[in-house]
Every structure is written in structure tokens, then in C-alpha cells.
């Protein structure tokens, strides 16, 4: 099936190198993309975003063991050209680095980056001061993930130009594997405020049931 994509930059295709840079992949063939989420949303999304006619389909095997995902794939060589121009290549997982992202579209990847294989995780805090009274904190950290160390440093750099903020990056050995899982998370402000910078306008694509986490927080700025 052949697939047109403008290749200028917009918000909603730096949304989608996003999207690819997590939980896509290139095919070694040098022409197909293949995009795979637990979130069927989400792949609505990308293929609303890219005006593809390709069926969605469910994905079978290591991908899906815990739980249902779904795929879609595409072809469209030049398109697959410009993802190698801008850093992306086959079996990515540990070796992606820098990427070649105009800075006035990173918002929009980051999006994409945080929906594909990012976290927004919020909780209470309860206890009570020596004085009898409780209090009650609500807590939020945002997170990316990536198995590469060199791309999530970039991530945290160009944060840090952006925004003067640099999170705390830790990793750890995954199950049975000796490879390690890097994760870069911010804390308080520096999540509300990363969140409020994505969630810039309401008609932006995204997965929905994550930007209705932010926005619940950002409505209420109380952070301690």
C-alpha cells in the first residue's frame, strides 16, 4: 500500500519521530516502519497523524506476553531515509544517540517520546507532625526511559538548555539480562512545569488517558 508523508516539519510528525523513537522500529528491508502499542488510542493516533489506509493489527509474541498490544505497519522509503538522516536506525534499542530534532518542534517529540515509553507517576503522601495535625501531600514525577545511555543523556541535555533542569538519571540491570534500562525523572516543579510545556494546546495528538493525568495536577499547582 503506498503511503505519502509530507516531510516538512509540523508538530504532528515531530509527535510521531516521538512515537518511533520509542516503540517503533525500521525494518532491515530499508523501507517499512512498524509501530507497536498496548494502547490502541495511540495507535489510532499515529495513523491518524500520517494519513495511513493500513490496518491495525494485534500483535502476537514477546511483545504482548502480559498483556494485549497492537501494530501497524508501513512502507514508504523516503520516509525511512529521512528517519535514518535524523538518527533513527534498524535495532535501535542500544545504540540510539543524539537526534537531529529543531528545537522549536522538541516539545512535540518529547510528547511522543513520554507517550511511547514514558511515565507520569502521582501519589499522596499522609502522615502525621509531632503536633497531632495531618497533612497531606500530593507528589508527581515525570520519567522517560531508554536502554541507550547516549540518547537519554541527550534528552536530559537539551532539557537543561530548554528549561535549566536536569533530573536525576539512574539505571538498573533488567530480569534476566545484562542490559541496562536508563531512566531520567523529574520531581515537583520540574515535572509541572515539562508538562505544562508539551500540553501547550488542546488539540494536540497525544494518549489521552496520560495528558487527563497532567492535566489534573496542573490545575492545582499546591506542589510541595
Known sequence: MKTRIPLQWTPHLAYIVGLITTDGSLSKDKRHIDFTSSDLQLLKTFKKCLLLENKICKKYGSYAVNKKSYHIQFGNVKFYNWLLKLGLMPDKTHRLGKMKIPRVYFR??????????????????????YKGKRYEYKRIYLTFYSSSLKHIKWIQGELKILFNIKGSLLGWKQKNSNMILWKLRFAKNDSLSTLAWIYYSPELPCLIRKRKIAERFLKNLNFE
Open 108 to 129: 512535540d517529540f518529547l510528547r511522543g517520546h513520554l507517550d511511547g515509553d514514558g511515565s507520569i507517576v502521582t501519589y499522596t503522601d499522609r502522615y502525621m507532625s
